[in-house]
């Protein structure tokens, strides 16, 4: 069965930083998509960045780019020249191509003014 | 035993009609929520209710109504169905709001395609 593990219930890290999130999965599958998700106070699900298994590439998007290892089965996030604005809880998502959906268990992340 | 149903898993139907998707989640889960997954396989959420009641309520046409007859059960109601209303479904659960059991579980999709 496939998991997503995210291993840092908090973190925090000064405005105008870089941080980085981790999250490991497991799965025996070689085709399916990782997704970092931002669940702000509001509780609404925004999608930060989306990888593609196949890709080597690893994705970015403005401040927002991922460390993909796909031997290591590991899907960093990491931010840069952080922004109160992206004070949120932070999950980690693995579909499959059969729309198989499993959610890490989030990581809180607090910025610092 | 499954932790997040939803049904039906395929739903085939012409412009115009209306349809209902069911969702039932046996974790005990105060919280539910319905997405749509476009085809980039993003998840775009649409609602949430807590305890049954609605606490997310994107903007999504109002042709589309949430229920929730209790905390177990989230349906989802869609009238006069258009082309584009054709997508893969997501019903999820999550335990407690504010914690950090706020994970979801999702139920298996509902693909609904629009004729």
Known sequence: AQTVTQSQPEMSVQEAETVTLSCTYDTSE???????????????????????????????????????????????????????????????????????????????????? | DTAVSQTPKYLVTQMGNDKSIKCEQNLGHDTMYWYKQDSKKFLKIMFSYNNKELIINETVPNRFSPKSPDKAHLNLHINSLELGDSAVYFCASSPKMGTREETQYFGPGTRLLVL
């Open chain 1, 30 to 113: 070689s085709d399916y998509y990782l997704f970092w998700y931002k669940q702000p106070p509001s509780r609404q699900m925004i999608l930060v960045i989306r990888q593609e298994a196949y890709k080597q590439q690893n994705a970015t998007e403005n401040r927002f780019s991922v460390n993909f290892q796909k031997a290591a089965k590991s899907f960093s996030l990491k931010i840069s020249d952080s922004q109160l604005g992206d004070a949120a809880m932070y999950f980690c998502a693995y579909t499959n191509r059969d729309d198989k959906i499993i959610f890490g268990k989030g990581t809180r992340l607090h910025i610092l003014p």
